[in-house]
């Protein structure tokens, strides 16, 4: 059984860097078929997929945030890990963390979501 | 970017209702177009897969079409656990993926 668990702060000041961190388990993030992904869902609004990090280190971005993210993967701790700089209100939302299964599969497991408020 | 635009983005239905979302892209993705189902407090459930491959587990009553540009999810009996948001997402773009904006099924 594949588990995804997201942990960090759920409080940031604004200004300041979000930083979060999905563990993995029952998978490795080493795995060469597999992507793994951060996304977002704002209150009131709808799903935002912020990026994705292969097991090579190779990272894409949404370019609405692709200034402020970076991905990167932890192998020896299968983790891979979010940091989004300069927050602003309008980056509190709960945040995901999935796997997709190559490019024709979806994303067919998730952690169960961590809110983070961006407040000072 | 390729956009996805769902419509409706809300709808009102009954218990055993035949409900049907489309979503459209900006361009041709070929079947690269994955749905999911969301409840408040949960993560997001992976419904179709390839735009028409059922996920493992999810009931028959859920069904995906299309291709190129055109894709529809539909439900053929509604159940009261069916009463979430829908997301379509594409996966075809090798540099972003992007969900579209979500459709509301909510109780009449």
């Known amino acids: 059984q594949v588990l995804l668990q997201e942990s960090g702060p759920g409080l940031v000041k604004p200004s300041q860097t979000l930083s979060l961190t999905c563990t993995v388990s029952?998978?490795?993030?080493?795995?060469?078929?597999?992507?793994w992904s951060w996304i977002r869902r704002p209150a009131g609004k709808g799903l935002e997929w912020i990026g994705r990090?292969?097991?090579?280190?190779?990272?894409n971005y949404n370019p609405s945030l692709k200034s402020r993210v970076t991905i990167s993967v932890d192998t020896s701790k299968n983790q891979f890990s979010l940091k989004l700089s300069s927050v602003t209100a309008a980056d509190t939302a709960v945040y995901y963390c999935?796997?997709?299964?190559?490019?024709?599969?979806?994303?067919?497991?998730w952690g169960q979501g961590t809110l983070v408020t961006v407040s000072s | 970017d390729i956009q996805m635009t769902q419509s409706p983005s809300s709808l009102s239905a009954s218990v055993g209702d035949r409900v049907t979302i489309t979503c459209r892209a900006s361009?041709?993705?070929?079947?690269?177009l994955n749905w999911y189902q969301h409840k408040p407090g949960k993560a997001p459930k992976l419904l179709i897969y390839?735009?028409?491959s059922l996920q493992s587990g999810v009931p028959s009553r859920f069904s995906g079409s299309g291709s190129g540009t055109d894709f529809t999810l539909t439900i053929s009996s509604l159940q009261p656990e069916d009463f979430a948001t829908y997301y379509c997402?594409?996966?075809?773009?090798?540099?972003?993926?992007?969900f579209g904006q979500g459709t509301k099924v909510e109780i009449k």
């Open positions: 390839a735009a028409s």
């Open positions: 361009q041709s993705i070929s079947s690269y």
């Open positions: 997402q594409q996966s075809y773009s090798t540099l972003t993926w992007t």
């Open positions: 990090i292969y097991t090579s280190g190779s990272t």
């Open positions: 029952g998978g490795s993030v080493s795995s060469d078929i597999y992507y």
């Open positions: 999935a796997r997709a299964f190559g490019y024709s599969s979806g994303f067919d497991y």
